[in-house]
């Protein structure tokens, strides 16, 4: 399952290793259609990638913080530093590709 992010717990959360982050809203039509491709990369890639969501609503500091000005964004996080950052429901295969790019 993906962790939900806050800002307590991001940075600790994304510091090593690959991280996929999803910025989202429990109001956004196209972010619930992302979250089920997330969740699923989650059980796929767990122990080699960090799946992770943060509900925009909830965490408005962290989505700033990150220039999310619509969602769904997904944002692929090495070491802690984005790499690459998608706007808008992205596909499974795209998604693992680019993951798998990074590890």
Do not use: Y
């Amino acid at each position: 399952m993906a962790v939900a992010l806050t800002k307590e717990n991001f940075a600790t959360s994304v510091q090593n290793g690959v991280s996929l982050v999803d910025f989202w809203a429990p109001w956004c039509g196209p972010c619930k259609m992302q979250l089920p491709i997330v969740e699923e990369l989650a059980t796929e890639l767990e122990g080699q990638a960090v799946i992770a969501k943060i509900n925009v609503d909830e965490e408005p500091e962290l989505a700033s913080q990150f220039g999310v000005m619509s969602i769904p964004t997904l944002i692929l996080f090495k070491d802690g530093q984005p790499v690459d950052k998608m706007v808008g429901v992205q596909q499974k295969d795209a998604l693992k590709a680019k993951i798998a790019g990074q590890l």
